[in-house]
């Protein structure tokens, strides 16, 4: 089995030049029947992978706009099963890799092990599952060590060094680096300290370290690319695609492809 397909496609964007660039979408928002025309969307526009969000009534780790978003899926009736089959119905359309984005109890629900079978089955290259932490996520590593589905780890910005060293050894697929402390949403700005964190990150992993969290802008797309090896932008495109503004995401992807290197 192989991890790798979301590690060789963020590789292969730096080999051309460019940095990666996983937008955010929440399956669902607008209608699941919206899902297949937004991945292939995304796709066609040049997105490295997809970070494929799955609504629950208690996102503790989402702002509002993200919130909103799976308050909207929800009332369109979607739950994760149904997603499932829906990205079943045109997977072979999809060339490249879809993260799915879930806390951990709908993924009970569903039964481990009938999820990781039907993720497999339907291409599904990375999981992030924010409430399990590196720590507690055994259970999960079983369920998917016969998978080619890579468990994206998450490091915030007051992990402690060992804690760094632990989740980059275990990490698959890429290193989740959170930007701010808190939750997602828009920011204004960053801590000064950034650099050097995304730095020692990079020097400690051995996957792509890839920021997210308050990326909104162009600008930001850039800067942030220039100190790791791309970005995951949530809430902008979550609000973009709902306010059809397709124009905004295509500016978004753009800012990945024309980077300014900073040694
Ligand atoms: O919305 P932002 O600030 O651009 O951040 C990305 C984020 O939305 C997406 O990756 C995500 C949505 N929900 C999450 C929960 C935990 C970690 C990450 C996420």
Redesign the pocket.
């Given at each position: 089995m192989t991890k790798l397909k979301l590690t060789a496609a963020i590789e292969s964007a730096i080999e051309n030049g460019e940095k990666a660039f996983i937008p955010?979408i929440m399956a669902g928002d607008g209608g699941l029947e919206l899902l297949q025309e937004q991945i292939l969307f995304l796709q066609e526009a040049g997105a490295t992978a997809i970070?494929v969000?799955i609504p629950f009534s208690d996102p503790v780790?989402?702002?509002p706009?993200?919130q909103r978003a799976g308050e909207r899926a929800l009332m369109h009736g979607t739950n994760l099963r149904a997603i499932v089959k829906e990205l079943d119905s045109f997977h072979e359309k999809v060339q490249i890799p879809l993260i799915l984005?879930t806390y951990f109890n709908p993924i009970l629900s569903y039964g481990l092990e009938s999820f990781s079978n039907d993720c497999q089955r339907i291409g599904i290259a990375g999981l992030?599952v924010?409430d399990v932490p590196v720590e507690e996520s055994e259970q999960l590593k079983v369920a998917l060590q016969d998978t080619d589905i890579a468990l994206v780890p998450?490091v915030s910005l007051t992990s402690p060094p060992e804690r760094i060293a632990k989740i980059t050894s275990l990490g698959e697929g890429f290193i989740y680096a959170v930007t701010v402390n808190g939750i997602?949403?828009?920011r204004n700005g960053f801590d000064v300290q950034l650099e050097q964190h995304f730095k020692r990150l990079k020097e400690l992993s051995s996957i792509p370290v890839l920021a997210?969290?308050?990326?909104?802008t162009p600008d930001q797309v850039k800067s942030m690319g220039a100190i790791t090896d791309g970005v995951?932008?949530?809430?902008?495109i979550v609000e973009a695609l709902h306010l059809n503004n397709k124009e905004k995401v295509l500016e978004l992807i753009q800012a990945s492809k024309k980077q300014v290197f900073i040694s």
């Open positions: 955010y970070e969000g780790a989402d702002g706009t993200i984005m992030i924010p998450l997602t949403g828009v997210g969290f308050g990326i909104s995951i932008v949530g809430s902008a």
